[in-house]
């Protein structure tokens, strides 16, 4: 008899029974007595979550099984930590690695890298945009290495932005991109997704990016797929133009062949107010035809650029500098006084798209000693305060804070968002960052979407306002991002997945900061799980740095 087949069978099974942890191992951690919702969109059941090994280990009845810790959450809600889908926080989590404003409001996880991502950077082109960030990378697998480095709160992923390889190639000349250059952007995408990037993500509204032709953008999109990644596009125009913007990210998915996210869909524009059904129907036609469209929603009804977007595209080539250098040109700012209040063709005009004009707009951050009373007030508050005429207020302002003013701009409607919301393929994307009222961005007034969003959700759009079942919002911001980047292991309650954990109470959670005051942490989100390490307990960040990066599928 051949005595290895009577042994490989045994040996196998003791390999088996060696991967299981006896029932007599401890648990790390057991979430005792809650309401668990599995992100997926089932209603949610009374179980109880045992995590080992930063995994969920069990989900089941384990009132008597062993563990280091347990607590206790009857009457709370216990959901998948919240995966940010559109998260600014690329360069604030290396000055703000607790991620105070994000993690406090359950988010466990932030994909980056919108237009202009961390990488590709070429040797000293200057800082981040955040006070006290050395860049010390020229890569984005530079950037993740960094991170890893450094460690923060929660988990990191991102994409490569096309804004950032167009102006690695072409530096800020406004031209368009030559075929060789064309191949020079394709090889940097191809090794931002080997070193790890979820795929190609696009800001169209300004230059550089607004210099790519569908077919460049195809072109590039095409290179993401080959390495299993989506196309996610901030449209070129959320306005009078939304309509062909919105089929262009459909072009641009039917001629690469890849899945779709749209940014923060929205009608950004009064006078189209009302029309978000056409949109919606437009990406449902496309769906039904079987092309993966979907898009991100964040919910309010003002969204956040730059004073600097005022300006017409042309007056932005050669960068910052030319710019400033032409606003103190006579004849040319009257030139563009005239396009800012008139608009040009296929050009998306903040100004004209508030309805309300100056005072649709509030101004965040101010440096300028004369400006510094303004910030977090209209900018119809300071053109009255000064005198004369608004539009040369605003270029003179401009030149005092050296050519960037962040701004929130209102525009647009409550019901259209609502009703963006609540589509099947739209999840949640704060298009806020990582900041805090105490540390070095406390000084800024940012958007409340970096302190509210998600509470927001859970709060007002489903327990108040019933727009959406509380499961269904869960799966929005949970296995529906997951889904959309093809992580695997995070974004459900599943055993064998990372304890990524958001335990709330549906009764209380509540957004709290405000566009007055924005500086405000959320309420309602006693505990947060990163990885098995408890980062908020009893509401209060306990220093933990758990999080990681996360890595594309096509990373070697």
Known sequence: ??????????????????????????????????????????????????????????????????????IQVPGLTVAPGFIDMHNHSDFTILVEPKAESMIRQGVTTMILGEGGSAGPRRPGAGGGRAEGV??????????????????MATNIASYVGEGQVW?????EVQSPAAEGELEEMKKLIA????????????????????LATTQNLIELAKVAKQYGGIYSSHIRDEGEGVFRSVQEAIDVGKGAQIPVDVIHLKIAHKKLWGRMNEVVAMIQKVRAQGYNIQANVYPYTAGQNNLSAIIPPWAHDGGREKMLERLR??????????????????????????????????????RHERNKPFQGKRMSELIA???????????????????????????????????????????????????SPDG????????????????????????????????????????????????????????????????FDPETIADRATFEKPHQYAVGIPYVIVNGAVTIENGRHTGAMAGRVIYGPGKR
């Not at 050395?134 to 460690?151: K, P």
């Not at 790890?196 to 300004?206: E, P, R, V």
């Not at 063709?345 to 965040?364: I, S």
């Not at 608004?390 to 401009?398: A, E, G, N, Y």
């Open 1 to 70: 008899m051949n005595m290895t087949r009577r042994i490989v069978p045994v040996v196998l099974l003791l390999c088996s029974a060696c991967s299981y942890p006896s029932p007599d191992v401890p648990y790390d951690l057991i979430l005792s007595g809650g309401q668990v919702l599995d992100g997926d969109g089932h209603p949610a059941i009374y179980t109880d979550v045992g995590i080992r090994g930063g995994k969920i280990a069990k989900l089941g009845d384990l009132s008597t099984a062993p563990a280091h810790r347990r």
């Open 134 to 151: 050395a860049v010390d990378w020229t890569t984005l697998g530079g950037y993740f290495a960094r991170l890893e480095r450094q460690h």
């Open 167 to 171: 102006s690695y190639v072409k530096g």
């Open 191 to 210: 090794q931002a997704m080997q070193e790890g990037a979820m795929g190609l993500s696009t800001s169209l509204l300004m230059p550089p990016s607004s």
């Open 329 to 366: 040109d006579p004849k040319l700012r009257e030139r563009m006084r005239k396009e800012i209040l008139t608009g040009l063709p296929n050009w998306y005009n903040h100004y004209l798209a508030t309805g309300d004009g100056w005072a649709g707009m509030l101004l965040v951050s101010l």
């Open 385 to 435: 305060a000064r005198g004369g005429d608004p539009v040369h207020v605003l270029f003179d302002v401009l030149l005092e804070e050296n050519g960037s003013v962040p701004t929130v701009y209102f525009h647009h409607s409550e019901p259209d968002m609502q009703f963006a919301l609540k589509q099947p393929w739209t999840s949640i994307g704060s298009d806020g960052s990582a900041v």
């Open 440 to 503: 070095p961005t406390g000084r800024s007034h940012p958007h409340p979407r970096y302190y509210g969003t998600f509470p927001r959700v859970l709060g007002r759009y489903v327990r108040e306002l019933r727009v959406l079942a509380l499961p269904d919002a869960v799966k929005k911001m949970t296995s529906m991002n997951a889904d959309k980047l093809g992580i695997r292991d995070r974004g459900r309650l599943k055993e064998g997945n990372w304890a990524d954990i958001t335990v």
